[in-house]
């Protein structure tokens, strides 16, 4: 099993270009999700998926959009970039969707998305 | 309003000794918190778990506690080792409609000096 994977791993865009960070996870799981990190923020909640078909804002979901046609993959749009969401962007994902917060969700490696 | 705090944003420890990191949060309705562990360039990983009806919960040198009256939680390493060495995330979910969701910590990154 490859587990979660991210692509790209590092990205430069210019403000107002857009773009997509790609997730993918081969382990079957109903849940996915997007973080991103930020320095003295932690990690915070983007958006998330419960299933195929299913997805529900997080903590700070401006500025982005996801969809997840189907279960291996979750991928989130930059529709105009800002400065602000210069930040690592983590894919994760876990077995159940509604228990997701008592499982283990397991990581992909990040991607780094500088905006100018 | 960040509703799990890390204090300590850093924790230098010497090899063989016991490293405490420390988590708080103010909403009372976390029932179950997490500990990740990142190492630079990689994703976070699970370290231990704990739910709300314990107050204590042990996996090798990793033990957490829990202290719900006083909304703490914290995390012991014993012994500490280099490997050890990583930015270590709280995390905290609640019962019922929002079980799904995740909210984490600043953080705090753990030296072990050797």
């Known amino acids: 099993n490859a587990g979660v994977t991210q692509t790209p791993k590092f990205q430069v865009l210019k403000t107002g270009q857009s773009m997509t960070l790609q997730c993918a996870q081969d382990?079957?799981?109903?849940?996915m999700s997007w973080y991103r990190q930020d320095p003295g923020m932690g990690l915070r909640l983007i958006h998330y998926s419960v299933g195929a078909g299913i997805t529900d804002q997080g903590e700070v979901p401006n500025g982005y959009n996801v969809s997840r046609s189907t279960t291996e993959d979750f991928p989130l749009r930059l529709l105009s970039a800002a400065p602000s969401q210069t930040s690592v962007y983590f894919c994760?994902?876990?077995?159940?969707?509604?228990?997701?917060?008592?499982?283990?969700?397991?990581f992909g490696p990040g991607t780094r998305l500088l905006v100018l | 309003d960040q509703q799990v705090k890390q204090n300590s944003p850093s924790l230098s420890v010497q090899e063989g000794r016991i490293s405490i990191l420390n988590c708080d949060y103010t909403?009372?309705?976390?029932?179950?918190f997490l500990w990740y562990k990142k190492y630079p360039a990689e994703g976070p990983t699970f370290l231990i778990s704990?739910?709300?009806?314990?107050d204590k919960n042990e996996d090798g040198r990793f033990t957490v506690f829990l202290n719900k009256s006083a909304k703490h939680l914290s995390l012991h390493i014993v012994p500490s080792q280099p490997g050890d060495s990583a930015v270590y995330f709280c995390a905290a979910s609640e019962l019922g409609e929002y079980g799904n969701k995740l909210v984490f910590g600043a953080g705090t990154i753990l030296r072990v000096k050797s």
């Open positions: 704990i739910s709300s009806i314990k």
């Open positions: 382990m079957n799981h109903e849940y």
């Open positions: 994760a994902s876990s077995r159940q969707g509604r228990l997701a917060g008592r499982e283990t969700q397991y």
């Open positions: 909403n009372s309705m976390f029932d179950y």
